[in-house]
């Protein structure tokens, strides 16, 4: 079992440039996570009653990351590497 602090450590730096927070919510087995823009302090994601019980390990944590992310506006992440670090916003060239 992963323990809360790591499980949240990993899920928000899984959203970086972007700020994330993750909450364990009330009944102590689920998760609500807000991804907002830093600069404009818009809400861009924001995903409650996420089950914990599935999440055990690093593979788990970068998949629901992978989905949350793609359910994110269209641009915010330019490209993600295999670790899941991803390339922010737009280039000069797309303006």
Same mark, same amino acid.
């Given at each position: 079992?992963?323990? *809360? ?30 991804? !907002? ?7 861009? &994601?924001?995903?409650? @009653?996420?089950? !914990? ?8 944590? @970068?998949?629901?990351?992978?989905? &949350? ?10 490209? +993600?590497? *295999? *670790?899941?670090? +991803?390339? *922010? ?7």
């Amino acid at each position: 079992m992963i323990s *809360f602090l790591e499980l949240r450590h990993l899920i928000e730096c899984g959203f970086l440039p972007l700020s994330c927070s993750c909450t364990v919510n009330p009944d102590e087995h689920s998760l609500t996570i807000k991804v !907002t823009d830093p600069a404009s302090g818009r809400v861009d &994601l924001m995903v409650t @009653a996420v089950s !914990t019980s599935d999440l055990t390990s690093g593979r788990e944590i @970068a998949k629901l990351v992978q989905e &949350l992310r793609s359910e994110m506006p269209i641009g915010k992440f330019r490209s +993600c590497d *295999f *670790f899941g670090l +991803c390339t *922010f916003g737009r280039t000069p060239e797309e303006g």
